[in-house]
């Protein structure tokens, strides 16, 4: 990796003004109805909302959170512009240099409605293994991008696919830091770009983790059909995610429209977000359980604060890739050959898969079954993620 990258230096400095009108339009929230039922039956919790609003005008301390946020080394940096205009963007992200001689570079990439804050806690935990009783040698130089138009990462001039944003990655990591070998984690949209930074860039890659499998399995004529095993589970499935997945239709279809009420009211945001920690934390289940997401507020808010502060418009254009059916779906006969390994929690919003159907896309050489914990681990079970990505790309160390 190089000593010195070619990236503009970034400090983030919300200005006073925006932290005051974000409270005065929380105090003027208009409050809806709520029907008769347990709560987060039909979404987003009133009580809840109310507790979360509360909070957020009265007590939350967005100082405190730029303060923690800026302890990192933050940059900018244009990429893309080979892939035309209306793709480049000036990314965002965190740069941490890890301890000792010879840490192995690991780049780390979110979803919808996550952000580089999921990360927060265990990026020093990565970097420096030795600060926190583990050993050097484990060490990373862990790399947090923004995709564009998340938190600090300028939107595009247009929606983008996961195969642009892998391209960008794979410019950052080959060619802005100088890496010739690394390797690469994500969950949720960042399992989709880490497969296809796998599939389409995979020269300097030693390997690919994921908590949530990317790719969906080419069932195309000619293809092994499916064994019991996966045909059960695809069938339970596609049932629970029917119940998850209304949300990213409309983010596929009328993201411009959504945009007005998110973009204006920062409770009507709020909702939007934490009902998907809600949901993806506590598990699927039919009804809902009426249960709060189990994180601290302040937490919570740091995350949602990088959508109101940069708007939420450009995060769910992404989502206009998922019109194309095969988006997730590699050729008839490819598959990703770069080592991968998985960790799958009970509590996601997706059915962990059986072997057989995530080996049709990758080869799967690491499986494990997290004993709790669901969509967001890293920022659920910081511990046991880093203890997992420690173990796992241990192997791949020169």
Not at 104 to 111: E, V, W, Y
């Amino acid at each position: 990796m190089k000593s010195v990258i070619n990236a503009e230096p970034f400090r983030i400095d919300v200005p006073d003004s925006v932290l005051a009108d974000l409270k005065e339009r929380i105090a003027r929230t208009r409050w809806p109805m709520e029907a008769k039922a347990p709560p987060w039956k039909f979404g987003a919790s009133l009580d809840y909302m109310r507790r979360v609003a509360d909070h957020w005008q009265h007590r939350y301390d967005w100082r405190r959170a730029e303060s923690a946020m800026n302890r990192f080394t933050h940059y900018r940096v244009r990429l893309g512009a080979s892939l035309g205009a209306d793709v480049a963007s000036d990314v965002h992200l965190i740069l941490e240099r890890g301890s000792g001689s010879d840490p192995l570079p690991l780049i780390i990439t979110h979803g919808w409605p996550g952000s580089f804050v999921e990360f927060l806690d265990v990026i020093e935990r990565l970097a420096h293994p030795e600060r926190f009783g583990g050993d050097v040698k484990d060490a990373f130089t862990v790399v947090v991008p923004g995709i564009p138009g998340y938190g600090f990462s300028a939107p595009p001039a247009a929606p983008i696919t996961p195969i642009a944003v892998a391209a960008m990655w794979h410019e950052l990591m080959t060619g802005v830091l100088g890496c010739q070998r690394y390797v690469a984690q994500g969950g949720d949209w960042g399992a989709i770009i880490t497969s296809y930074l796998a599939l389409n860039h995979p020269r300097n890659l030693a390997a690919i983790h994921m908590n949530m499998v990317g790719f969906l399995a080419n069932l195309s004529p000619g293809s092994d059909p499916l064994d019991p095993e996966e045909e059960a589970w695809r069938a339970a499935n596609d049932r629970q995610r029917g119940k998850e997945t209304a949300y990213a239709q409309v983010h596929a279809t009328r993201p411009q429209t959504l945009a007005f009420p998110l973009t204006d009211s920062p409770v009507g945001l709020a909702a939007w977000i934490l009902e998907k920690y809600q949901a993806w934390t506590v598990g699927v289940t039919d009804p809902p359980k009426p249960l709060d997401p189990p994180y601290e507020l302040d937490r919570l808010l740091d995350n949602v604060m990088l959508y109101w502060l940069s708007g939420i418009a450009g995060s769910i254009w992404l989502y206009v890739s998922f019109q194309d059916p095969n988006l997730r779906v590699p050729p008839p006969g490819v598959r990703v050959e770069v080592p991968t390994g998985v960790l799958l929690c009970p509590n996601d919003l997706s059915l962990p898969a059986p072997d057989r159907w995530i080996r049709r896309m990758y080869n799967l050489v690491d499986r494990r079954d997290a004993p709790r914990g669901g969509h967001f681990i890293a920022f659920e079970e910081g511990k046991l993620f880093v203890e997992e990505l420690r173990r796992y790309f241990g192997r791949y160390r020169s």
